[in-house]
């Protein structure tokens, strides 16, 4: 507060990185999930929130809930940082694994692969949804991502 | 539809030129494409001019330092299929009969370092670092070494070999030839790239002058004809090209550069075994493997048996990005796809020089860009 005005600051709050994506953890502790979308008509079924399938253009839609566990479909390791405005941490810079992970729901979702040693890797590789928080934005809320690491640990 | 020829091209040479305006650059290319076609610059009905990290406007901005002589100019854009997207807008517009003669120009001054990801990414896909181009290459290369057994040493050999085409080119930005060892050592990107298996952002610029046979002909040019040109984008599910997050692991459907190639040899009346040399996009090294496959340059897994055996090389039955590709020309996107077009019309007049694909007749472009889309062209002299 300054000179006598109310502070209009708003609370730090926890927000996504992209709403539709995935839902935030309710408690600490607690688990979010990925947000899909299956197609009434086709069956074919997406990550995230959509309002047109990709496929067949029906518009009858459901939302659902994505498998917490998916298979490493393939993957590859930045080596360098990511250029900006990446918001990860560049100094030191850890190299980080990417990969596509395929759900049982019949879709592959690109994703950041953490918790694990990069070299030991390996395609087919169970992993585990986790979504956590990946930095804080300039009002100082923090910002959530989804990400995927080995079942198994390592 | 009414053939439509190439009846000049122009380069600018591909690098960095420091305080250099892009307008000059573009310029220098148009009056090289100009007299080569033996026109005057009123002679132009229309102007198409690819760019992607240049100002909007800047196909009229370079007309009008050419003279203003009231003609259309559109600017086009689709990432690094620019060049394909705009070389289709020319050729409809003369294969139409809108124009008798249409100027085609692609001209690009890329920041130096990494390019800018918001330009094609989400935001979010930026603040998490899901928006890494060469991450694309890099998985669609391992996804190649799972399936076909290509190994690390098959795509340095691709960046071996154009190197050394881009040698022979004097409007290459790198004129010098790598062995394996120094693509080998070169530092790792992206499993399994190296810095030396990916092209450059840089500077250039490129330009075409598209015309009916008869006028090309009263102007005593050496006409290239445009068999067609091809613009896709993929049907469902999205390849992995950027910006592309998510696909389907339950349908497949052909590769979006097959798409195009496809319709391109049905338009054209030619087949992959018709051609005498390729120029395509090389992005990385191991995107030649690919794309040699989903061109239909061979069956799929059979590329790097190509190249071992010397096919793809200048002097071999197929050479591929004889003019040394993205990888030693750089990728000033705009530029690029008309550079292209620009190589394969010497090529096929015989003015090639020391990179010269002997008795060349026909031969096939290709350019991939996110989105995605993709532009395939095929030429004949």
């Given at each position: 507060m300054k000179d006598g005005v109310e502070s209009a600051e708003p609370a730090r709050k926890a927000i996504p990185?992209?709403?539709?994506l995935f839902t935030m953890p309710s408690s600490p502790g607690g688990k979010g999930h990925l947000i899909g979308t299956r197609c009434r008509s086709c069956e074919e079924t997406f990550f995230g929130r959509l309002s047109?399938?990709?496929?067949?253009?029906?518009?009858d839609l459901e939302e659902i809930r994505l498998s917490d566990r998916g298979k490493i479909f393939n993957y590859t390791v930045l080596r360098y940082p990511p250029p900006a405005p990446w918001k990860g941490r560049s100094e030191p810079y850890e190299p980080m694994a990417v990969g596509f992970v395929e759900l049982p729901e019949g879709v592959r979702v690109l994703s950041l692969i953490t918790d694990c040693n990069v070299e030991k890797l390996e395609n087919q590789m169970e992993v585990d949804l986790v979504i956590r928080k990946y930095f804080e934005d300039e009002e100082g809320n923090e910002v959530y991502t989804y990400m995927f690491r080995p079942s198994s640990g390592q | 539809m009414r053939e439509v020829v190439i009846a000049g091209v122009g380069l600018h040479k591909m690098g960095r030129f420091e305080g250099k305006p892009y307008v000059d650059m573009a310029c220098e290319a148009i009056q090289m494409a100009l007299k080569d076609a033996n026109m005057a610059w009123k002679e132009v009905q229309a102007a198409y001019c690819s760019r992607m990290y240049l100002p909007p406007t800047t196909g009229a901005r370079v007309c009008a330092a050419m003279g203003l002589i009231g003609i259309p100019v559109w600017d086009v854009e689709s990432a690094c299929a620019s060049g394909g997207s705009a070389l289709r807008s020319g050729f409809q517009s003369i294969a139409g009969e809108f124009y008798d003669t249409a100027l085609v120009f692609g001209v690009e001054k890329m920041p130096r370092g990494f390019m800018s990801p918001e330009n094609i990414y989400d935001k979010w896909q930026c603040y998490i670092g899901l928006s890494v181009n060469p991450m694309y290459f890099a998985l669609e290369a391992r996804t190649h070494m799972d399936k076909y057994g290509s190994t690390p040493e098959h795509f340095a050999r691709v960046s071996v070999k154009n190197h050394k085409n881009g040698s022979y080119n004097p409007y290459a930005m790198y004129q010098k030839a790598c062995t394996m060892e120094d693509i080998m050592k070169s530092p790792l990107v992206c499993d399994p790239i190296h810095l030396l298996e990916l092209c450059a952002p840089n500077e250039g610029a490129a330009a075409v002058i598209l015309t009916t046979r008869q006028v090309a002909e009263k102007h005593d040019a050496q006409p290239v004809t445009i068999c067609t040109s091809v613009v896709k984008t993929p049907l469902y599910?999205?390849?992995?090209?950027?910006?592309?997050f998510q696909t389907s692991a339950k349908i497949e459907s052909p590769p979006l550069t097959t798409l195009a190639a496809r319709q391109a040899y049905e338009e054209a009346a030619?087949?992959?075994?018709?051609?005498d040399l390729v120029e395509l996009?090389?992005?990385?090294?191991s995107s030649e493997i690919i794309y040699t496959e989903e061109l239909g340059l061979c069956p799929l897994g059979e590329a790097t048996r190509l190249l071992d055996e010397g096919v793809t090389e200048i002097g071999g039955r197929l050479p591929i990005n004889a003019s040394g590709g993205l990888l030693s020309n750089g990728e000033p996107i705009g530029a690029s796809g008309l550079r292209q077009v620009v190589e394969m019309d010497w090529q096929l007049r015989g003015q090639?020089?020391?990179r010269q694909v002997a008795g060349a007749k026909t031969g096939l472009g290709h350019v991939v860009g996110a989105g995605p889309s993709c532009g395939v062209v095929i030429l004949k002299r």
């Open positions: 990185v992209q709403e539709g047109v399938c990709g496929h067949c253009q029906s518009q | 599910p999205a390849p992995m090209i950027p910006p592309a030619v087949g992959p075994e018709d051609l996009q090389d992005v990385a090294a090639a020089g020391l």
